[in-house]
């Protein structure tokens, strides 16, 4: 008698391993503003922990460097490089660096992300509009055009793309930021249409108010406080947070998982939390 076990191919018959030991991955903005922990540095710091050897790109070396020294504290691999992502010719090189240290990629993730301008489409500097563009989208085109091709050479490969809850709502006050992010969500969807035959899986995490290095020094307390009610949690989210997701998408728990765009918000996108003023709804009468 042929079980639904039978059926199933040899690599999914049994539960998949969270390991990543013996994969190479790229981070992008792997460093942070601070010396608190960010996106980008807890999704190295993360990925390190499970094995994986981690090229740390970012456009300021000593913040890539502080990361490699925390995984380098835990007994990990990583490798610093100073790389800014909206240059072709150094998404290349970055790949290339990867290659002569390992001599293969596995997994890319893009997580460099600026604010970019402020103000609406009559208000908005078109110069930095293009400039913020290139870094918040384009980047992310260039460092998987040079990846995917060494992902072909293993048969498989798993990007994670960095957007946000901005990209999937409305209510920001500037333009730029949510249609950038808007842009990696679709693209997301496009690049996991395009290689999935590959064995390349894409996918794309988007937080919510997480509190970072980012916005730490951009916010007041009772902003921060008003953040934190916003989701139907009412927790404040970190970095680890979407570190944690990433880890995940990335290895081969996610193995049948493409093409997804995974909210870590708190719920935030979810709904509102119901209304304390609002009465329940009094029973229907049988009479009419």
Same mark, same amino acid.
């Given at each position: 008698?042929?079980?639904?076990?039978?059926?199933?191919?040899?690599?999914?018959?049994?539960?998949?391993?969270?390991?990543?030991?013996?994969?190479? &991955?790229?981070?992008?903005?792997?460093?942070?503003?601070?010396?608190?922990?960010?996106? *980008?540095?807890?999704?190295?710091?993360?990925?390190?922990?499970?094995?994986?050897?981690?090229?740390?790109?970012?456009?300021?070396? &000593?913040?890539?460097?502080?990361?490699?020294?925390?995984?380098?504290?835990?007994?990990?691999?990583?490798?610093?490089?100073?790389?800014?992502? &909206?240059?072709?010719?150094?998404?290349?090189?970055?790949?290339?660096? &990867?290659?002569?240290?390992?001599?293969?990629?596995?997994?890319?993730?893009?997580? /460099?992300?600026?604010?970019?301008?402020?103000?609406?489409? /009559?208000?908005?500097?078109?110069?930095?509009?293009?400039?913020?563009?290139?870094?918040?989208?384009?980047?992310?085109?260039?460092?998987?055009?040079?990846?995917?091709?060494?992902?072909?050479? /293993?048969?498989?490969?798993?990007?994670?793309?960095?957007?946000?809850?901005?990209?999937?709502?409305?209510?920001?006050?500037?333009?730029?930021?949510?249609?950038?992010? *808007?842009?990696?969500?679709?693209?997301?969807?496009?690049?996991?249409?395009?290689?999935?035959?590959?064995?390349?899986?894409?996918?794309?995490?988007?937080?919510?108010?997480?509190?970072?290095?980012?916005?730490?020094?951009?916010?007041?307390?009772?902003?921060?406080?008003?953040?934190?009610?916003?989701?139907?949690?009412?927790?404040?989210?970190?970095?680890?947070?979407?570190?944690?997701?990433?880890?995940?998408?990335?290895?081969?728990?996610?193995?049948? /998982?493409?093409?997804?765009?995974?909210?870590?918000?708190?719920?935030?996108?979810?709904?509102?939390?119901?209304?304390?003023?609002?009465?329940?709804?009094?029973?229907?009468?049988?009479?009419?």
């Amino acid at each position: 008698m042929t079980t639904t076990t039978d059926r199933l191919l040899p690599s999914h018959a049994e539960p998949a391993s969270s390991s990543l030991a013996g994969r190479v &991955a790229i981070i992008t903005g792997a460093g942070s503003r601070s010396a608190d922990i960010g996106n *980008g540095r807890a999704c190295a710091i993360l990925l390190a922990r499970r094995g994986a050897r981690v090229l740390l790109l970012d456009a300021q070396l &000593a913040a890539a460097q502080a990361t490699e020294r925390m995984i380098a504290a835990e007994g990990g691999t990583s490798i610093a490089a100073q790389v800014d992502v &909206a240059d072709a010719a150094q998404c290349q090189q970055a790949v290339a660096m &990867a290659l002569a240290a390992w001599g293969r990629v596995d997994i890319l993730v893009n997580n /460099v992300g600026i604010g970019g301008p402020a103000g609406n489409a /009559v208000d908005l500097d078109l110069e930095e509009w293009d400039r913020a563009l290139r870094i918040n989208v384009t980047s992310m085109m260039l460092m998987a055009k040079y990846a995917i091709p060494e992902m072909r050479k /293993v048969g498989a490969g798993a990007i994670v793309n960095i957007a946000s809850v901005a990209g999937l709502i409305g209510g920001t006050p500037a333009l730029l930021y949510p249609t950038s992010k *808007g842009a990696v969500v679709n693209m997301t969807r496009a690049m996991a249409a395009h290689h999935g035959t590959e064995g390349i899986r894409v996918n794309c995490v988007a937080p919510g108010m997480v509190y970072t290095p980012m916005v730490a020094d951009r916010m007041t307390p009772e902003a921060r406080e008003r953040r934190r009610l916003r989701s139907l949690l009412q927790t404040e989210g970190s970095g680890w947070d979407v570190g944690q997701a990433v880890a995940y998408l990335a290895s081969d728990e996610a193995r049948w /998982v493409t093409g997804v765009i995974l909210p870590v918000d708190a719920g935030a996108t979810a709904g509102n939390a119901p209304s304390p003023d609002l009465k329940p709804d009094a029973k229907a009468s049988s009479s009419f």
